[in-house]
């Protein structure tokens, strides 16, 4: 379809949408029109809208707290935005209390009818906030990286505190971000991207958590020259999916990956055990 390019002052071109695509895609005067060029071509995309605010009823009372808790965090990321809880008593609503105040940005209970809660998000996430949060979740990840480092050099383990400390605080923060994502806060065409990233880098946090028990428990850890030098390969990895979210490079994210599996082939307890369990547990 031939559009004619109309001057507009002294330096600006346009030209008009045809009327068939706009009506097909509910585009109206002050909507916004994504563009991006690809070779020789501008291509022009509808931005996705923010739809209707979403509510849910469920029924939890034959639950137990683990699947509560993977509920309502999958409901949260989602983008749900109002929840209507059915439960038990008050042991669960401690439960779903807890969850709301380690996990569930903006969500909030608001009222308590005869077994029922009513939770709603209060604090809608806005993307402008999005960059920060993931620049705080890489910050959390490599200075767990670094105090594993460090304490496996001196044979004692004494920060497995801050480590499930700091891990409950990139779960809460993963969450959040994908959020943003799910209620297109974040450009449609990054998402595949900063999936990869959030996936990747919250299941190496999960594993430096798992690792570090394993550590604690131990009587005594002998520390060999290959487990030294993984995790050194495992730090250069994060620092270079680092450099990936810096400069968006989505081609090298899946280059990475591949080198994560390569790692993962030749993981292995620091107990020595012959058999290499999963690089990332769960």
């Not at 209970?109 to 209060?122: C, F, R």
Request: aromatic share 8%.
């Amino acid at each position: 379809m031939i559009r004619k390019v109309v001057r507009h002052g002294t330096s600006t071109l346009t030209i008009s949408l045809p009327a068939k695509w706009a009506k097909k895609f509910g585009i109206k005067a002050g909507d916004e029109i994504d563009t991006f060029e690809v070779k020789k071509n501008l291509i022009l995309s509808p931005v996705p809208k923010q739809g209707p605010r979403e509510e849910l009823e469920i029924d939890v009372r034959s639950l137990d707290n683990e699947f509560i808790r993977y509920i309502l965090l999958n409901l949260y990321r989602a983008g749900l935005d109002k929840m209507r809880i059915r439960l038990n008593d008050l042991e669960q609503g401690e439960h779903i209390q807890q969850c709301l105040n380690t996990v569930l940005l903006g969500l909030e209970v608001i009222s308590k009818e005869d077994g029922y809660w009513i939770l709603e998000n209060v604090t809608e996430p806005t993307g402008e906030k999005f960059t920060m949060v993931m620049r705080r979740i890489f910050f959390l990840t490599k200075e767990n990286l670094s105090v594993i480092a460090q304490d496996l050099r001196q044979g004692v383990f004494p920060h497995a505190g801050l480590i499930q400390q700091q891990t409950q605080k990139h779960l809460q923060l993963d969450a959040y971000c994908k959020r943003l994502i799910n209620k297109n806060h974040v450009h449609y065409r990054d998402r595949d991207f900063y999936q990869i990233l959030l996936h990747f880098v919250l299941a190496l946090d999960r594993c430096c958590e798992h690792c570090y028990k394993f550590l604690e428990s131990q009587k005594s850890v002998n520390v060999g020259k290959d487990t030294i030098s993984l995790l050194s390969e495992i730090q250069a990895l994060f620092d270079q999916f680092h450099e990936c979210f810096f400069h968006h490079r989505l081609d090298a994210v899946g280059k990475l990956t591949r080198e994560s599996l390569l790692l993962k082939s030749r993981h292995y307890f620091l107990g020595h055990s012959k058999r290499p369990p999963a690089l990332c547990p769960g």
